[in-house]
């Protein structure tokens, strides 16, 4: 039976995690069925994860729709506004739960999720809640035959009720990338976030209330794909646009479900991103950079390069430093301060990650740094853990240089002239970024408008300007959000002419 409580871990009066429930019209409701959230750690269960049915992703979407009509529909942008802002002072007020809640969910270093996770939650509220104030539109003195003209102009509204499906890797960093800018656009949303970290959208959830926001205007959905919550989502007739973050194939599966209704898409999908890195860079500079761009988070950011193009002239001192960079990497505990990555995300994905180690060693390569799984003698030998990897001599063609893994490895290859380099660079069917380690400035603008990507980054990886356009091309995605490109995707505009 569905039971509303008050707080989003109905914990029976404990402070410890016990249960995570969906969010409906400003109630957290327990569904029929759970499913266990797991610490990838140690592997111990943290929470029972209550799933929503279709009845339960039903009542959401109708409890959105309703809040559309009525009290967020209702609001003026600059009462819209002040809210967001007060979302994220909420977030901020509750700063030490939430990096509790995503360390424990991902495994995630403490320092990273207190670093970018949580501040970047709270910034995309601030600068979406900033930018839809003074988000102008186009009008135009339109000529017309008999000298009298027209006036066109365009005005902003809602989509409705978007449908917003996230994954694990950062996962309340990714979701609230989303759920800002369509908040302050007037929408109402419905979030199934990743199976695997269900616990910061559910506490945002009480972020939200806290702050003020009307019920129904943010609504979560616990589940899986097909034919659970995500599915029932993106299938639903009354969710007016979808969002979503996540694999390729998964995107490709989500369009085929919405392609019935002809819902508007965003989709940010993986990446097979590339480095190239010049003679002429700033050595350490590069060796830390590309350290950064392949590791972060073991790897699991959409971003990070797994392919890594290294002029001639370098490539053998480049792959000696990389190498003893990672063997100083910590490996460990995400609790400790001093720990640079944690474990993968699942004993699923760690056996995927390790395939493609054994795969890559099938392919002829030659393992420079780890390869394997690391050894703690403690519970940490119970969490998903893999050291590590850095790959040389694999063909160009190999399988492990084509497909994402998603993991903290790279395959290091030299180059001997920027064709070849852009050539190889831009040789994949994903899209999404790439890094240019040069101290040529000149050659740095000519490679990174000759990438086929969404983002090149110069003597840098990661570095976001929330304001700019982000996506990917070919099987990295469709569309792009960051800044108006967030705005205009979750607003349909409303030309109007008007003739003098
Ligand atoms: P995933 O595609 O397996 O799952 C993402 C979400 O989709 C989850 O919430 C999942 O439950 C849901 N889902 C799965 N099948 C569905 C279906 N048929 N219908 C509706 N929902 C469905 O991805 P993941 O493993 O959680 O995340 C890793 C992937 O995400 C990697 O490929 C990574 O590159 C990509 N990613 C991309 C970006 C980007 O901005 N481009 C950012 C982060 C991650």
């Not at 508007?264 to 991103?273: I, Q, T």
Request: proline share 4%.
């Amino acid at each position: 039976m569905l039971r509303p409580t008050r707080g989003c871990y109905d914990a029976a009066g404990s402070s410890q995690l016990k249960s995570i429930l969906n969010y409906i019209d400003g109630q957290f409701v327990r569904g029929k069925r759970e499913f266990v959230d797991v610490n990838p750690a140690n592997g111990s269960v943290i929470a029972q994860v209550t799933e929503a049915d279709q009845s339960l992703v039903d009542m959401a979407v109708g409890a959105a729709r309703k809040a559309l009509r009525c009290d967020w529909g209702r609001l003026g942008v600059r009462d819209r506004s002040a809210l967001l802002h007060k979302v994220a002072a909420e977030i901020e007020a509750r700063f030490d739960q939430f990096v509790a809640a995503e360390v424990a969910d991902t495994g995630k270093p403490i320092a990273l999720a207190s670093r970018l996770d949580v501040p970047r939650a709270a910034a995309n509220f601030r600068v979406f809640a900033d930018l839809i104030k003074t988000a102008g539109l186009d009008s135009f003195q339109t000529e017309t035959p008999d000298g009298k003209g027209a006036l066109n102009y365009a005005v902003r509204k809602p989509l409705g009720v978007v449908g917003i499906i996230t994954p694990w890797n950062l996962p309340l960093l990714l979701l609230t990338w989303k759920v800002a800018p369509a908040l302050a656009c007037g929408n109402t949303v419905v979030v199934k976030p990743s199976e695997e970290t269900p616990a910061t959208a559910t506490l945002l959830a009480e972020s939200m209330a806290a702050a003020g926001i009307p019920a129904g205007v943010y609504n979560v959905v616990h589940g899986f794909g097909p034919n659970s919550a995500g599915e029932f989502l993106t299938q639903h007739p009354d969710v007016n646009a979808v969002t979503f973050t996540g694999e390729s194939q998964t995107g490709a599966a989500i369009m085929k479900t919405v392609a019935a209704s002809v819902k508007p898409v965003s989709f940010e999908l993986g990446g097979k991103n590339a480095a190239i890195v010049f003679a002429d860079c700033d050595f350490e500079e590069a060796v830390n950079g590309i350290s950064d761009a392949a590791f972060l988070n073991t790897g699991q950011v959409c971003l990070c390069a797994e392919r890594v193009y290294v002029e001639r002239a370098i490539y053998d001192k480049f792959v000696e430093a990389l190498k003893r960079k990672v063997e100083s990497l910590a490996v460990g505990s995400p609790l400790e301060e001093s720990t640079d990555l944690g474990p993968l995300i699942s004993a699923q994905h760690r056996e995927k990650v390790l395939s493609y180690y054994k795969l890559a060693r099938e392919e002829g390569a030659t393992v420079v740094a780890g390869g394997g799984v690391p050894q703690f003698r403690n519970e940490l030998d119970k969490g998903f853990f893999v050291q590590p990897t850095i790959y040389t001599g694999l063909a160009e063609s190999a399988r492990c240089v084509k497909e994402e893994i998603f993991g903290p490895v790279c395959h290091l290859a030299p180059f001997d002239t920027e064709e070849e380099a852009v050539s190889m660079a831009n040789d994949t069917k994903y899209g999404l970024a790439a890094s240019i380690w040069t101290t040529n400035l000149k050659r740095g603008h000519r490679i990174a408008q000759q990438m086929n990507v969404g983002i090149s980054w110069v003597n840098c990886w990661f570095l976001r300007d929330l304001r700019t356009p982000f996506g990917g091309v070919g099987l990295s995605g469709i569309g792009r959000e960051g800044g108006m490109h967030s705005l205009n995707f979750y607003s349909e505009l409303n030309n109007i002419c008007i003739r003098l």
